[in-house]
């Protein structure tokens, strides 16, 4: 994947499920369910508030922040009782209690079933799905920027059994781009959705495509540049009145051509009646002189 920052081809109004080619998931975690504050898991869980409203208020330290309580300080002598065999067993369940298996199926209203499943990934945290096409299913489907994403997991501690880890309502539109998966710091159960332009993130925010840097190259001077468009401007003027003037030069060479045509014209004339009453007037005196 390419590591060098660049700006998104598609705009945001512009993003629909058939631009949508992968998803990852980032940082698995099953410490909290996503979507409540810290603060409402200490609330009772009642169907009625009024059971919540009677009992004695207790004053609790909050958790949005941070847990002020003090931690208890974990003492080295246990470290040194645990025999090999319970510290590998220690680690192990520790490293199974992150690990799982999941899968991730994409829902679109007016479905009734998905309108995809993706493989199952095995004893993973970071989940990079195979890439995939949508291309057979219906305009509607294709040309939609809302998807459901719901994210399958399944833990090798506890049920061992398939649950739903994650549901998230993606509108395509309001994410934001990353470009690359290189560098970034992800968060708790992350999605990050690959479009045909590049990497997207709703968690995280846009990442601002710098300008590359290229060498500075020597031009001309202001004054330079201003003398070269008189110049231009000059030569521009001068073909104009060139052509002015070949286009002048040709209607009045048409004009005097016509006039010494027409000069030529007249001398022809001139010489064939030169010719031509002579003669007929010698002949009509003939003419008289032998009937006389």
């Not at 025999?83 to 679109?108: T, W």
């Not at 049920?159 to 710091?185: I, M």
Request: with cysteine.
């Amino acid at each position: 994947m390419p590591t060098e920052s660049r700006a998104p081809r598609l705009l945001p109004q512009n993003r629909k499920l058939r631009h949508l080619q992968g998803i990852y998931l980032r940082n698995l975690s099953f410490q909290r369910p996503r979507g409540r504050t810290t603060d409402d898991v200490a609330i009772h869980a009642s169907p009625k508030k009024t059971d919540t409203l009677r009992e004695t208020p207790k004053l609790h330290h909050a958790l949005s922040s941070e847990d002020l309580r003090p931690k208890m300080r974990r003492r080295s002598t246990t470290l040194t009782q645990d025999s090999p065999v319970s510290e590998q067993k220690k680690l192990e369940a520790l490293y199974n209690s992150r690990m799982a298996d999941a899968f991730f199926s994409m829902h679109v209203d007016g479905e009734d079933d998905p309108i995809y499943i993706s493989e199952t990934l095995e004893r993973k945290t970071n989940f990079n799905f195979l890439f995939f096409d949508l291309s057979k299913h219906g305009s509607s489907v294709m040309r939609s920027p809302l998807v459901t994403i719901k994210i399958w997991a399944k833990r090798y501690v506890g049920s061992k059994e398939w649950f739903l880890h994650q549901e998230d309502v993606v509108d395509l539109r309001s994410l934001n781009f990353l470009g690359t998966l290189l560098n970034q710091r992800f968060p708790l159960n992350g999605l990050i959705f690959h479009l045909e332009d590049g990497v997207y993130s709703l968690d995280l925010p846009a990442r601002k495509s710098k300008p590359k840097a290229t060498a500075t190259l020597p031009t001309s001077s202001y004054n330079a540049l201003m003398k070269l468009a008189t110049l231009d401007s000059s030569i521009q003027d001068a073909l104009s009145t060139q052509e002015h003037i070949t286009t002048g030069a040709c209607f009045w060479q048409g004009k005097v051509g016509g006039l010494s045509t027409t000069i030529r014209n007249g001398e022809h004339l001139r010489e064939a009646v030169i010719r031509v009453v002579p003669y007929h007037f010698g002949r009509s005196l003939r003419t008289r002189s032998t009937t006389g």
